[in-house]
Nanobody, 129 residues
């Protein structure tokens, strides 16, 4: 059974940092595109960062460019989202996701939710003083 589990969320002050983890079981993340998404209360889920299956040229939402970094740890079958200089507007539940087919989003990734099939349960990030 394919499962994605996010961790690393928490409460942080503005300007602080967090590193989110997305650990997979039942599939080898190395071969899949990975997307990080977030959903704030009352808002639609939005794409934050993604990396293609080929690992070329990650993509980021404009709101997080220069502050967030997505990376892989193939040895641990885990993908990370390093979040620096966090702002109150980054407060949301963060999810990782993969497409169903490893060849989907292999050469380039997208930040549209409909491109992704398997989702984790989410981890809460709260940025507040």
């Amino acid at each position: 059974q394919v499962q994605l589990v996010e961790s690393g969320g928490g409460l942080v002050q503005p300007g602080g940092s967090l590193r989110l983890s997305c650990a997979a079981s039942g599939l080898t993340l190395e071969y899949y595109a990975i997307g990080w998404f977030r959903q704030a209360p009352g808002k639609e889920r939005e794409g934050v960062a993604c990396i293609s299956g080929k690992d070329d040229d990650p993509d980021y939402a404009d709101s997080v460019k220069g502050r967030f970094t997505i990376s892989r740890d193939n040895a641990n079958n885990t993908v990370y989202l390093q979040m620096n200089n966090l702002k109150p507007e980054d407060t949301a539940v963060y999810y990782c996701a993969t497409p169903e087919d490893p060849m989907s989003l292999y050469y380039y990734c997208e930040l549209w939710t409909h491109d992704y099939h398997t989702w984790g349960q989410g981890t809460q990030v709260t940025v507040s003083s």
